[in-house]
């Protein structure tokens, strides 16, 4: 089955800095990527994603690159702010017609130092 | 924005007991998910659901667990003998019809916290 590793498991960075979390998957079936920040005690909340026809998809101060041939993907936050302080989980998955079970990564604990 | 929405926040059970956790889902999805979160842990896919059958199921969804949509709007999950080991959040999610090109995005709930004394 799928595996995914994800890497660093904290972060620190100064405010306005960038930083970059990034995941490999093992299932080359896989074609969904999202990425989910999840603060203390709370529900885990979709920030972006990626499907495997697309290489990079940016939103704002977020962006996520996707190598498919190597099986990695990675988020970008640029201009880092104390609130993007979480932890943030890659996941991957295969779409089909029943549905689509998500994999995650282990998290990153992203600190941002203002 | 319509969210899920999941009862009871917490729940705290005797080893043994029955439990239901329920959810209900966004109105026009046709997917439903369930994830569990051991505290400090990553997400883990438990079963997904779709057309008033399982459609998939994790090494962790056994004969303990089982899921129903006893309604049109409710997404139940049932542990039947609660062991000391199911404690951990357990997340419900659900994803929007095919077709419409986000098939695949997953929202998630708040969250039930299960206690198992």
New interface residues.
Partial sequence: GENVEQHPSTLSVQEGDSAVIKCTYSDSASN?F?W?KQELG?????II?I?SNVGEKKDQRIAVTLNKTAKHFSLHITETQPEDSAVY?C?A?E?W???????????TILRVKS | EPEVTQTPSHQVTQMGQEVILRCVPISNHLYFYWYRQILGQKVEFLVSFYNNEISEKSEIFDDQFSVERPDGSNFTLKIRSTKLEDSAMYFCASSSPPGGGTQETQYFGPGTRLLVL
């Avoid at chain 1, 709370?42 to 979709?46: E, S, T």
């Fill in positions: 969904y999202p989910y709370k529900r885990p909340q979709l994603d499907r989980f996941a998955g779409s017609e029943y549905g689509n079970k998500l994999v995650f990564g282990a998290g």
